[in-house]
């Protein structure tokens, strides 16, 4: 099997089980399996490795976020001589053909970053992502849910972090995910510093995968808060031209005071700090 496999996980030992049991029930010992552990409770790892002894582990000691366990999957896979890789997060399960797809579609529409058909793991008959895109109108992020259309990625478009294909020659031209952002919207950002040096992307209908869309982020307001919208104003400011972000800049101080005001009357002081946090952050940016 010319691509190899490589899971991402952090905690949650069984959502890894089910993404490295979809794997080998798919595929046994003709793919290698990488899976990086990010900083996970030491024991996870020490019992993953009794339960799986084919599959290659690595575990950091800290959690980098996304950004920094994807870059540190790929590197180290990558130094093991894999050229080409389906990156996956633990919640993901793969289905039959997956890789042969992905291979098969790379080397047919010479593209060297590919979004898999993502589907919805309580309902396959549900689209949860095929590929996804910016609106630099409303600076807001949504997932395709139909798979009709260009399975080239336009402007403006990306491929969600859950699943990508990518090989080895991309991964080090771009230099990997931008770290600062740690999670959300690192991806997006990827994929936009890929299209800038001229890197195809396309996505695959035909390699389907499962996504559980954990929910462990979302119940965290340091994530959907903080990260997530420090994150949003950091991608514009990066990527929108000059007369846009002088647009953006307004908005989106309009929007954080808003926004400090509104968890200050909900006496959410949490949240309420975090939107100050992103205003100091926010005011540091040159125009």
């Known amino acids: 099997m010319p691509v190899s496999i490589v899971v991402l996980y952090y905690n949650k030992i069984h959502l890894t089980r089910a993404c490295l049991d979809s794997i080998i029930s798919n595929y046994g010992a003709s793919v290698s399996v990488f899976a990086y552990d990010n900083g996970s409770l030491p024991e996870i790892t020490g019992q993953l490795k009794q339960e799986y002894p084919n599959v290659l582990f690595k575990r950091s000691e800290k959690n980098r ?4 366990g994807f870059n540190r999957a790929l590197q180290w896979v990558f130094s093991e001589g894999v050229e080409k890789v389906l990156f996956l997060t633990n919640d993901t399960s793969l289905m039959e053909g ?81 770290e600062s952002y740690f999670m959300y919207w690192e991806d997006v950002d990827f994929c936009f510093r890929a299209r800038s040096r001229g890197i195809r992307m396309g996505r695959c209908a035909q390699a389907r995968i499962s996504h559980g869309i954990g929910k462990t982020c979302h119940k965290k307001a340091i994530y959907t808060t903080y990260y997530f919208q420090r994150n949003r104003i950091k991608f ?52």
């Not at 529409?109 to 895109?133: E, F, M, Q, T």
């Not at 800049?249 to 992103?278: A, S, T």
């Open 98 to 178: 997956a890789l042969e797809c992905l291979n098969q579609f790379s080397i047919t529409n010479h593209c060297s970053l590919i979004a898999p058909l993502l589907l919805s793991h309580r309902d396959l008959s549900l689209v949860d992502s095929y590929g996804a895109k910016f609106d630099p109108k409303t600076y807001s992020l949504s997932h395709f849910k139909d798979i009709e259309g260009d399975f080239i990625l336009g402007e403006n478009e990306y491929i969600p972090g859950t699943a990508l294909y990518i090989d080895k020659k991309v991964f080090h031209l771009i230099g990997g995910c931008d």
């Open 65 to 68: 976020g996304y950004s920094g």
């Open 236 to 287: 514009c400011k990066t990527f929108l031209n000059n007369p846009d972000w002088m647009h953006a800049r307004i908005q989106f101080r309009d929007e954080i005071e808003d926004k400090i005001e509104f968890y200050k009357l909900k006496q959410d002081f949490k949240r309420m700090h975090f939107w100050m946090d992103i205003g100091k952050e926010f005011a540091l940016l040159k125009k």
